[in-house]
């Protein structure tokens, strides 16, 4: 059996430090692959770098929804160019998390918006990070092209009538 971590954050300064003894033992754990996730346009750049170290190695390209209200212009440029990048398996990670007050809710819902609308041109999958947002979450994906199958719920923190839900409309969680 092949196993596939896909979602790991190699470029966090914990592990990049020493990722080629991470990455061993993450192999003589039986893991052959990973996608790491970028979090804004810096470790987005970081995760492409060592993608292009590690053969086996992918990476997943978003702002995270905590720094939706410092995103500017020049990021989401640079996020859609990179994000063409052939080892750019999927767009996060993005979406809506109202937990904390990092970034205001209207900020958030349009970097989320952007992220999939950049999805869905570039037909690529889509990692969703949603906290105390759910129904704004699912109304944003309700108006988005992103074909169902294409959305994976990271963080999920809801019930499991909520679940069903996502389920019902073809995500995973």
Request: net charge negative; with cysteine; proline share 3%.
């Amino acid at each position: 059996m092949e196993l596939i971590d896909t979602h790991c954050h190699l470029t966090f300064e914990q592990l990049a430090g020493d990722i080629k003894a991470v990455l061993q033992r993450s192999v003589e754990a039986g893991v052959s692959s990973w996608i790491t996730v970028g979090t804004d346009t810096s470790e987005n750049e970081k995760a492409l770098e060592l993608c292009r170290e590690f053969k086996n190695l992918y990476a997943a390209v978003g702002i995270h929804p905590h720094e939706a209200k410092d995103v500017t212009d020049n990021d989401m440029k640079l996020l859609r160019q990179v994000a063409k990048n052939p080892k750019v398996v999927a767009l996060g990670e993005t979406g809506l998390d109202y937990h904390y007050d990092f970034s205001p809710p209207e900020r958030q819902r349009r970097l989320f918006l952007s992220h999939l609308e950049i999805a869905a041109e570039l037909d690529k999958p889509v990692i969703i990070h949603s906290r105390e947002s759910f129904d704004d979450t699912v109304e944003i994906l309700g108006q988005s092209a992103v074909e169902p199958e294409k959305v994976v719920f990271h963080c999920f923190s809801y019930s499991a009538e909520q679940a069903k839900v996502l389920i019902d409309r073809g995500f995973y969680i």
